[in-house]
């Protein structure tokens, strides 16, 4: 069964920093481009981040570059979100993602998706 599970997000100030994780379990070799995406109330499902599961190639929305970073650890099977200098506008559920299309930015790409976090930011 696969699994993407999330780690817990939180409440923080703008301009913070947060991290988030997501346990990868039993992905299919195939699905090997992991993302974050997320949805703010009343929003659409936006792409945040993307990540090639064996070369690291990331890409990121234009509105997270420079602040947030995408990484992995396969020896942990994990996927991370490092978010800096948080703003109102980053709050939203997080959801981490995988899928077989290489660093896409489409939600359609993606076949498996963790239950998501909540990340709010106050201003």
């Known amino acids: 069964q696969v699994q993407l599970v999330e780690s817990e997000g939180g409440l923080v100030q703008a301009g913070d920093s947060l991290s988030l994780s997501c346990a990868v379990s039993n992905v299919p070799p195939r699905a090997y481009s992991m993302a974050w995406f997320r949805q703010a109330p009343g929003k659409e499902r936006d792409f945040v981040a993307s990540i090639n599961w064996y070369s690291g190639a990331a890409r990121y929305a234009e509105s997270v570059q420079g602040r947030f970073t995408i990484s992995r650890d396969g020896s942990k099977n994990a996927l991370y979100l490092e978010l800096r200098n948080l703003d109102a506008a980053d709050t939203a559920v997080y959801y981490c993602?995988?899928?077989?299309?290489?660093?896409?930015?489409?939600?359609?790409?993606?076949?498996?998706w963790g239950q998501g976090t909540q990340v709010t930011v106050s201003s």
């Open positions: 993602a995988a899928g077989p299309l290489s660093r896409s930015i489409y939600t359609q790409t993606y076949d498996y």
